[in-house]
């Protein structure tokens, strides 16, 4: 599971000062569950999720990945976590089957485990009909599709989403919304981030919702609605975060 403790980050800026991106962040998720951080573009979702993915090193506080300490185990949290974007950041030189073993190897994988799992998630994911073709010369859809198997070809119990669906057409989305739900369903520990309403309602069984790097509201969709009197997400968050 994911439990944040009091997460903070600040970043000092030329002629700004100190900038506060993450203040105080604290919340939990448990397998088969997904938490969805929702907020505007710089209310600090990235921040908080490249925390929890060990990317960058809280200012202050915590967070627990799948049982590891973020600050003092680094490196087995990194293990324990998947982490997908938009930015696919593929080698563009490599061909997809070469990009998807070599970070399995990354992650501990023998040579021989890394193809079996490599192969296995190509048919899963309808990969293989281009495994064998330069990264560089694919379109943004197969790309994801090549970032989603390099970020399960080890397994891992967490997976953190960082808008992952932001930028992308319609079928390229479906694929990832989709993504998440297996997850889900597989027993993983998901987090998700978003400043798209209609994606919160369907995929999270919470929501936070996070304003200038501090979570002002929590709860399942229902929860919301019936504490803020509306039913629709967006009324919800306009009224949480001061319209």
Do not use: W
Not at 28 to 42: D, I, Q
């Amino acid at each position: 599971m994911i439990v944040a403790e009091n997460l903070g980050k600040d970043f000092r800026v030329k002629h700004r000062g100190v900038i506060h991106a993450v203040e105080n962040l604290s919340f939990s998720c448990t397998p088969g569950r997904v938490y969805g951080l929702l907020g505007a573009n710089g209310a600090g979702k990235t921040t908080a999720l490249r925390l929890l993915a060990t990317i960058l090193t809280p200012s202050s506080g915590t967070a627990r990945v799948a049982g590891f300490d973020i600050r003092q185990k680094p490196e087995k949290a990194r293990q324990s976590l998947g982490f997908l974007s938009t930015a696919t950041a593929l080698y563009g030189r490599l061909t997809a089957l070469e990009v998807v073993e070599y970070f399995g190897c990354l992650h501990g994988l023998d040579q021989a485990s890394a193809r079996r799992r490599t192969l296995a998630l190509f048919e899963r994911l309808d990969i293989s009909a281009f495994r064998d073709r330069r990264c560089e010369d694919l379109s943004t859809g197969m790309k994801q599709r090549v970032s989603i198997a390099r970020t399960l070809v080890h397994d891992p119990p967490v997976m953190i989403f960082d808008e992952p669906t932001s930028g992308l057409d319609v079928i390229s989305a479906r694929t990832i919304v989709g993504f998440i739900r297996e997850c889900r369903e597989s027993g993983k520990t998901v987090v998700f981030s978003t400043h798209v309403m209609s994606e919160a309602a369907k995929l999270c069984d919470t929501i936070g919702i996070i304003h200038d790097g501090r979570l002002l509201a929590e709860g399942s969709l229902r929860e919301l609605q019936d504490r803020y009197g509306h039913t629709d997400l967006e009324e919800i968050f306009v009224q949480v975060v001061g319209g």
